[in-house]
């Protein structure tokens, strides 16, 4: 271990933590396990004594070549990734695989499905819906628009077209804070494609019920930067081929994502978050960690007639918490005491108002024990 | 300042640089300055006080509003970018420019002409040519591929089509080794478009004759993962508007480049670095210091039978140095030799064999000295 990676002597000590870091509930990019920070503060300046940091090296050369390497074992073993399977690191953020999906999975004459259950499964829809002549048309299957978005459709609410080239959802709804606890039904045979981006490897996952899971990796994977595609070999098949290169999947499927310089550094953070992740008990464990964090504050919020959830009971994400208190301005002094308080980024989006607590993989429990004590410390004062 | 930031006891000394570290020959990723690698150290942990490191921050909170404005606000002091001019952090490295281009500006019935100088230049034009029936044509004004890319065309050699929509071109050839000291003619008024990814703002450049400069920020300018791209205002709005909003530039002008979460750790770094050469001098400073530093190796390839340049003199790059020596054998005996005397990413690319140096902005001279005095003694013991 070098010098560098020496903890850090606390500037100011933050009155949550005790250290002079805060308690972080930024909905993503969100916080990294501080395991991994330490050990990127030591590989910047020379990984694996090598002499060179990890921003330095070649992507084509031997360190560069274990690390990617390393990552897609990592990655397959946690999920038990079947070997018919391919993980791609992408870039463009999850907001890039709105076209490309339509690219290459919905040509001229197809019909590509799409659930909407929230801003971006929305986005996605809306550029699927303009992708123009050249290409085949985008079909609306579901949405939970009219209830703001704070359900999830059951499978008959879904109306699927007559033959999809694929069905779309987003399986974790950052901004409302809703989650799918169960894969939508589809018809036999159809590619599932699933924007996993803000709960993705929060539990175990069944990656053979789909064709495609994606996941901007920001919320609990590694830093903003690089899109996690695990796809399935024969949806890369069906992909178009008139399309530019860099568009198509294909391209990305020799020597580990490599056709151009990728993002290094991005995918080396994952490589970590996913070592960090394997020895921490897996995805079984996150999930029993995650579920017991969630459930911290949404007791204080059903314990309460103060507080109101945004979601469905049902529907509750385990990563996004979505509440508000009685009225708005509340809700800003409930934020600003927060964050006097130690823990930053509780401000709910404008789709919803009031309050979001994002509590990807890393968020540790005893920031969730201090936001429900604070919660109820803040409802005694101003309930 | 924390601890963590803190200078690495070095693990293993290396014979060249005396400290932990290697001179990092690296066509790119290439290596960073010393100073930024210490912040980062420092900023992955918590950055500016927030308690919250640069991997973790909202890329909509305040920390990074400021780190992106003071980002663009330095790029546009070094080079004095004109008003009219947007900077843009976009992905998919230099090569997702392949598409982008010909998609915004080469519309059906139009001709986009490119001159070809080497692998990159060559990339791009296979990429526009095969864009296919709902776009315009490629037409090649210049190659240099008869005499393997060692020379830059001259005005003359350069044959435009008839009314070309744009002139694409490459200002530095990383694998050849050469470079671009004029810019080309093109005629009156038709926008003039160049990837600089391997020499941007190694000198000064005036931006003003070009209706769009971009470059992957991996080899002068920071990490991989985020791409540089200067256009001025009238070009954008030319773009298509008919193609998905991601592939558009003018999505990226609101906002910093941020219609999706973009590459944060990627374009901080890139801030850094702007910081680091403004401080150095600037452009002018940065064009001194690495004119010394390519005629310490060149002086040694002029003055000596054994090694050969592959560039010629006129058009030899100041950021990658090809030579080789008498034979194949002799050229990896010097990488490996190198390697064990602490120089480190020697050997060439297989476009041209032999050896490259490349020695960007961060580079130091020492490395150049240390190169040139190693060469020195290698055609004494071999030649």
Chains 1, 2 share one sequence.
Not at 132 to 158: C, E, R, V, W
């Amino acid at each position: 271990m070098l010098a560098s990676a020496a903890p850090a002597a606390p500037s100011t000590k933050n009155p949550a933590t005790g250290t002079d870091r805060v308690f972080n509930f930024s909905a993503g990019p969100g916080c990294l396990p501080e395991d991994v920070l330490r050990q990127v503060q030591q590989d910047v300046w020379n990984i694996a004594g090598s002499g060179i940091g990890i921003l330095e090296h070649s992507h084509r050369g031997k360190v560069v070549d274990k690390i990617f390497e390393e990552c897609e074992a990592d990655i397959r073993k946690l999920a038990n990734i079947p070997a018919n399977y391919r993980i791609l690191y992408l870039t463009g953020g999850a907001s890039a695989q709105n076209h490309m999906i339509p690219m290459n999975f919905m040509p001229k004459g197809s019909t590509g499905d799409y659930i909407v259950t929230g801003h971006w499964s929305q986005k996605t829809f809306d550029q699927a819906a303009k992708m123009g002549p050249n290409f085949g048309t985008a079909h609306l299957a579901a949405t939970t628009k009219d209830q703001n978005h704070s359900y999830i459709p059951a499978d008959d609410q879904i109306k699927y077209s007559a033959s999809p080239a694929f069905v779309h959802y987003c399986s974790n709804n950052t901004l409302y804070g809703t989650e799918w606890f169960r894969i939508p039904a589809v018809p036999a045979g159809v590619p599932l494609i699933c924007d996993a981006s803000s709960h993705f490897y929060s539990r175990p996952i069944d990656i053979s019920k789909f064709a495609m899971v994606y996941a901007g990796a920001q919320k609990n994977m590694g830093p903003a930067g690089v899109t996690l595609c695990i796809i399935r070999d024969d949806l890369i098949e069906k992909g178009a081929k008139d399309i530019p290169e860099l568009l198509q999947y294909r391209t990305f499927v020799p020597e580990f994502s490599r056709p151009n310089t990728p993002p290094v550094f991005a995918v080396y953070v994952m490589g970590l978050v996913a070592k960090w992740i394997a020895r921490s008990g897996g995805l079984a464990a996150m999930q029993k960690h995650n579920e017991a964090k969630a459930k911290l504050v949404y007791d204080v919020i059903d314990g309460s007639k103060f507080y109101k959830g945004h979601a469905r009971p049902e529907a509750r994400s385990l990563m996004n918490l979505t509440f508000r208190t009685p009225n708005e301005k509340l809700d800003d002094l409930f934020v600003s005491e927060a964050k006097k308080a130690g823990m930053d980024g509780l401000k709910g989006h404008r789709a919803t108002g009031g309050m979001r607590a994002s509590i990807y993989n890393a968020f540790p429990k005893a920031g969730c024990e201090a936001l429900a004590a604070f919660m109820r410390e803040f409802e005694k004062k101003n309930g």
